[in-house]
């Protein structure tokens, strides 16, 4: 097996093993308030979190080259505490990888042999590949700049090369060329890696077993001998980082000022048709007894006004027959 295809077989599964771990502990230290990333936020997830490489590469990176991925003591901790966790994860995945792939015994202690050498070329490596690729972006930028004044792109275009077209042109060149060396530089960092664990399989005995005995080997591995306790030192670890999580985590509802404080408004009463149409039975049956007796009062003073008239009349009459009499 070639030494690229061992130092991919190895370091991405490393990657994406002790990635979920990470990325707890830097959640929990972000909400803590304690880090602090700058603009180059993806390549700082990158290099901090998915690659177990760079634990010393980062520090001199920062160092020599001035570039800061965030600030805060959060980065050392993040730092110290994601080396227990690549060495777990390349323990794991180097285990599988001998045994699957290379039909050697792993050896004792081999998490922390990957992972010493793997940080030891990762503090040589990166730096350099990072100088060397920021150099030719920075070079392919101004060349591929220059590339769109060109004089004969003028004779096409009478006002030169359009933008959209002139953004275009600068990015695929200078792109394609960064993109190449980076891919490139780091195939050669992986191969790199991949001999130095072709060379830690040399000194291992083979195993004895045949291919159905290590596929059951590999697969009790994974058993623990303790399933109870492993279920529940798991659960007991979610509860204490989710509450831990919750109890750090800063307010960031948005509160309106003491001055700028709107007028409370009530919530309409949700309608109930059953009791509007009792309110309004019940509404109508007053309205039907107030009717009948404003009708009873109007009958009764008429009558007492026909009355009143009656009287006057029969008085009138009989003043006019005593003035008749002689």
Not at 120 to 134: D, K, R
Not at 166 to 184: D, F, H
Not at 243 to 262: A, D, I, S, Y
Request: a neutral charge.
């Amino acid at each position: 097996m070639s030494p690229t295809k061992i130092g991919f077989g190895i370091l991405w599964p490393a990657c994406w093993t002790g990635i979920p771990i990470k990325a707890v502990i830097a959640v929990i230290v972000m909400t803590m308030g304690l880090v602090h990333f700058e603009g180059r936020f993806g390549l700082a997830v990158v290099m901090l979190l998915i690659s177990p490489v760079t634990v010393f590469a980062i520090p001199i990176i920062m160092a020599v080259f001035g570039t800061h991925f965030g600030q805060g003591i959060g980065l050392e901790i993040l730092f110290w505490l994601s080396i227990p966790v690549d060495i777990w994860a390349f323990g794991l995945v180097g285990r599988t990888f001998f045994l699957e792939r290379l039909r050697k015994e792993p050896p004792d202690g081999l998490g922390l042999a990957i992972w010493w050498r793997a940080a030891f070329i990762g503090a040589f490596f990166l730096p350099a590949l990072w100088g060397a690729v920021s150099f030719v972006t920075d070079n392919a930028i101004t060349a591929s700049r220059s590339m769109a004044e060109i004089e004969s792109l003028r004779q096409i275009f009478d006002n030169g090369l359009p933008i959209a077209e002139r953004i275009g042109l600068e990015l695929t060149i200078w792109g394609t060329i960064s993109s190449a060396l980076l891919i490139v530089l780091s195939l050669i960092g992986v191969s790199i890696f991949g001999q130095i664990i072709r060379r830690i399989s040399e000194d291992c005995k083979p195993t004895s077993e045949n291919y159905q005995g290590l596929i059951t080997r590999w697969d009790l591995m994974r058993v623990p001998a303790d399933q109870g306790l492993l279920l529940g030192s798991l659960a007991g670890v979610g509860v204490v980082m989710s509450l831990v999580f919750w109890t750090v985590l800063p307010v960031t509802t948005p509160h309106p000022h003491e001055c700028c404080n709107k007028p409370e408004v009530q919530a309409e009463p949700v309608f109930k048709p059953a009791e509007a149409l009792n309110k309004n039975a019940q509404r109508l049956v007053l309205l039907t007894a107030q009717i009948e007796a404003m009708e009873r009062q109007n009958a009764e003073t008429k009558g007492q006004i026909e009355k009143g008239k009656g009287k006057a009349e029969g008085e009138t009459a009989k003043d006019s027959s005593a003035k008749t009499k002689p």
